[in-house]
């Protein structure tokens, strides 16, 4: 599949997707949030790819938010669609995806290029990555999710003096918030993103996508993750996996998961 703002590659059961709009730090229109829905749709359901990194190209931005020049004369209705088709396309979409997603922050994390990192399971970032949500600086609020992930990430007072500032934090700060969990040099930046993904994809994927559902089932309203747990778990029983991971343990070898 080709792309114009995107770049999508496999490699060693990682899909690679890089957001490539770098002279515009990698902000976020609508085309590039219809490729991204795109790519990450093909490799959710592509069974060789165990995990996704979502990356910016370059080596001053992640992405550094939606495109402002898309939305500057929106209106009222236009400007609750955005968000909402943005939601759906891109950010609850990516948080709710099967297959394991890596953000690999490599800069500027901003606006909508942060919330789409914390839509991502979890986040690796260089040790020259900013994050901030600085959208009250231009008089509107995160649309794209950021108003729930960052206080669930970071704590609901971090969350309002970021928010309420329009502040950025570098990443040993966001590493002090929980905000990414590990921070590197550029160069480690991919290499470690690499080495987390393969100690997943040792794992057997259908209990990883079981695991996703019941952790995502804690932020979702009117959800008892405690019974999606229960149940979640108990599908595990019925799979192929299960049988594999369980049988390997007790003749001592390795597994070799099916995904199934
Ligand atoms: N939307 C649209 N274009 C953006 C953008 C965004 N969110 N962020 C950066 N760009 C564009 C700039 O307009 C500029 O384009 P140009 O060369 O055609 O004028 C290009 O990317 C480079 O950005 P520039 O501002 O020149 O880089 P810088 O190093 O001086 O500053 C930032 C970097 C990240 C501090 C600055 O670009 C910025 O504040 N961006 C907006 C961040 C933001 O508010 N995001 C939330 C949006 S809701």
Do not use: W
């Amino acid at each position: 599949m080709s792309y114009q703002n995107i770049l999508s590659e496999f490699n060693d059961g990682i899909t690679y997707i890089t957001i490539n709009r770098p002279n515009k730090l990698n902000a976020l229109n609508k085309d590039t949030i219809n490729e991204l829905n795109q790519a990450f749709k093909v490799a959710d359901k592509d069974k060789n790819t165990k995990v996704i990194i979502v990356t910016g190209s370059g080596d001053k931005a992640f992405v550094a938010g939606a495109d402002i020049s898309e939305f500057a004369d929106f209106d009222v209705e236009n400007g609750g669609k955005l968000a909402a088709k943005g939601q759906e396309l891109l950010f609850d979409f990516v948080e709710n995806l099967s297959t394991p997603v890596i953000a690999a922050v490599n800069g500027f994390a901003l606006g909508g290029g942060l919330e789409l990192a914390m839509a991502c399971h979890f986040r690796v970032a260089s040790d020259n990555a900013k994050m901030g949500l600085p959208e009250v600086s231009l008089g509107v609020i995160p649309g794209y999710g950021g108003t729930q992930r960052l206080p669930q990430l970071v704590g609901k007072g971090r969350a309002m003096e970021l928010v309420m500032t329009a502040g950025m934090i570098d990443a040993n700060q966001a590493l002090t918030y929980g905000l990414v969990n590990h921070v590197t040099t550029q160069d480690e930046l991919m290499p470690l993103c690499e080495k987390i993904a393969g100690k997943i994809m040792r794992n057997s994927s259908v209990a990883i996508k079981g695991a996703i559902k019941a952790i995502n089932a804690n932020y979702k309203d009117g959800v008892n993750g405690f019974e999606v747990e229960i149940k979640q778990f108990g599908k595990c029983f019925g799979t192929e996996d299960f049988t594999e991971g369980t049988t390997a343990f007790l003749e001592k070898r390795k597994a070799d998961f099916p995904g199934k």
